[in-house]
């Protein structure tokens, strides 16, 4: 069973910083580079939405409203994909989401994402 955690989120002021870190489970560590990666967020009310993804070959894939700000990375060799968040803004609050998908396409879209983890509470206050 591959398991995805989620961490590093937490409250901060607006404009400020937070790295979110998502690690994968041991039965994870011999697909993690075949696989691409996501993350997603969800505010109260609201539907999930796409953030930022990393795929097989490093492209990088990100919303508009977090371009410029928001940095995907991925670390093979750790088994961890980071999502580095500055000038982070009160809409910025959700929870978010790290994903794992196994057909390296549609990288926008959550429904072909195979695997999720619990989510990890980003607050930003104005």
């Known amino acids: 069973q591959v398991q995805l955690v989620e961490s590093g989120g937490g409250l901060v002021q607006a404009g400020g910083s937070l790295r979110l870190s998502c690690a994968t489970s041991?039965?994870?560590?011999?697909?993690?580079?075949?696989?691409?990666w996501g993350w997603f967020r969800q505010a109260p009310g609201k539907e999930r939405e796409f953030v930022a993804a990393?795929?097989?070959?490093?492209?990088?894939y990100y919303v508009d409203s977090v371009k410029g700000r928001f940095t995907i990375s991925r670390d093979d060799a750790k088994n961890t994909v980071l999502l580095q968040m500055n000038s982070l803004k009160p809409e910025d609050t959700a929870v978010y989401y790290c994903?794992?998908?196994?057909?390296?396409?549609?990288?926008?879209?959550?429904?072909?994402?195979?695997?999720w983890g619990q989510g990890t509470q980003v607050t930003v206050s104005s």
């Open positions: 994903a794992a998908n196994s057909r390296d396409s549609m990288l926008t879209m959550s429904i072909f994402y195979d695997y």
């Open positions: 990393i795929s097989r070959s490093i492209n990088t």
């Open positions: 041991e039965q994870a560590f011999s697909i993690f580079s075949d696989y691409a």
